[in-house]
């Protein structure tokens, strides 16, 4: 799985209506879950606990030891990594 934690990112990026949605889903969720290995340690604890946990910025700062600003930053680059590697893989 995704995380060491055994917790998966949510499924609620694509709503499931019809088999080729849950296809597109699988495949998003996979290339999602590949982007996320392509993150240093860090930052892919930063998107675990705030995407999967729930927890917020502030929560994971204090927990990690980092100032606030750090972690929103490092969540920031994150979140505009795994767009960019989801738009190459959608890309003829």
């Not at 995704?2 to 080729?20: D, Q, R």
Request: contains cysteine; neutral net charge; hydrophobic residues 35%.
């Amino acid at each position: 799985e995704l995380s060491e934690h055994g917790k998966v990112w949510p499924s609620a990026f694509v709503t499931m209506e019809n088999p080729e949605q849950m296809l597109g889903d699988h495949q998003l969720r996979k290339e999602l879950r590949r982007a996320c290995e392509s993150l240093d340690p860090v930052s892919r604890e930063v998107m675990r606990r705030c995407f999967v946990e729930g927890e917020t910025v502030s929560q994971v700062a204090r927990e990690l030891g980092y100032c606030r600003c750090h972690i929103s930053r490092l969540k920031t680059k994150a979140l505009r990594f795994l767009r960019e590697f989801l738009d190459e893989q959608s890309s003829p």
